[in-house]
């Protein structure tokens, strides 16, 4: 069973060198998006002092500098481990080197609850390697952490180069614990009156206009047919009769829709100093009249 599995072995480190090979022919073509791609390929198939070493440099080829000081602090640690103490002391210059260009930064839990997990811009990320020192880039960055039963803790800030912090991370509240900053928030009640009667008085409104547009049609079709001594036929005094109710709708829808966009207006714009309702809104219509009657206590 040896043979098979030496032969697979070999069949994998000659697949990881020809990507590596191809890695660096890309590079000298500058083609970095390639080239750090089959470096990863690389490393995924055999993890090398070496394809560390190379990706790092694609990555700073590409700008992105935190990435590379983890790819050369791991370069130096597995060069260490080898024993290779020269490649190892390589690896760690270069890390120093770009250290100027990047935030090194570590998170210090007050506690790890269970199953805890923690997201840095919205990707996953390894939470027992943020308790120790990390590179970002700088600008500004999303932290979150969640547990189970446990309420997340975010935090947006924003880091310069050549800074080191620590960033604390406080005890995550219970699920149910609710701050006053964090209770949804609902409308009081006047305000919702508000909405109601603005959206009731646009729409009397819109209704007003339309009767006035009938109004006004029926009132010049009427008026050629009358003579000059007012006398109009049949026809004519329907169409008369039908301009002077449309007129009277207009009015009427007009009135009560202002009338309700203005008690909306002044239900959302004053302020609510408690909880016991003060507003009263009616419609009132008479004959000849139609308006919305308001009382407020102050």
């Given at each position: 069973m040896a043979a098979?599995?030496?032969?697979?072995?070999?069949?994998?480190?000659?697949?990881?060198?020809?990507?590596?090979?191809?890695?660096?022919?890309?590079m000298i073509d500058k083609r970095y998006d390639e080239a750090c791609r089959a470096f990863q390929t690389s490393l995924d198939l055999l993890r090398g002092v070496g394809t560390l070493y190379n990706l790092a440099e694609c990555r700073i080829a590409l700008g992105q500098r935190a990435a590379a000081w983890k790819l050369y602090r791991d370069a130096a640690w597995l060069a260490r481990d080898q024993g290779a103490r020269d490649r190892a002391a390589a690896a760690d210059e270069r890390a120093k080197a770009i250290e100027q260009e990047v935030a090194l930064v570590r998170l210090e839990l007050a506690e790890a609850p269970a199953g805890a997990k923690l997201t840095i811009d919205d990707k996953a990320a390894d939470l027992r390697s943020w308790r120790e020192t990390q590179a970002l880039d700088p600008g500004a960055h999303r932290f979150v952490l969640r547990a189970p039963g446990r309420r997340p803790w975010k935090l947006t800030t924003t880091f310069a180069a050549a800074t080191d912090r620590t960033i604390t991370v406080p005890p995550l509240a219970a699920a149910s614990d609710t701050s006053e900053d964090d209770a949804p928030r609902s409308l009081p009640p006047e305000r919702i009156?508000?909405?109601?009667?603005?959206?009731?008085?646009?729409v009397g409104l819109g209704t007003g206009i339309g009767f006035g547009v009938v109004a006004l049609k029926k009132s010049s079709e009427y008026q050629p047919l009358c003579d000059d001594q007012g006398r109009c036929p049949d026809g004519a005094i329907a169409l008369h009769d039908q301009a002077k109710r449309a007129a009277v709708g207009a009015d009427v829808a007009l009135a009560l829709g202002g009338a309700a966009v203005i008690a909306a207006t002044v239900l959302w714009l004053v302020p609510r100093r408690d909880a016991r309702p003060r507003a009263m809104v009616m419609p009132i219509v008479a004959p000849g009249t139609a308006m919305i009657g308001f009382t407020r206590r102050w």
């Open positions: 098979p599995a030496a032969a697979q072995d070999d069949k994998q480190r000659q697949a990881a060198l020809d990507k590596f090979e191809r890695g660096k022919a890309l009156g508000g909405i109601v009667l603005g959206a009731i008085g646009l």
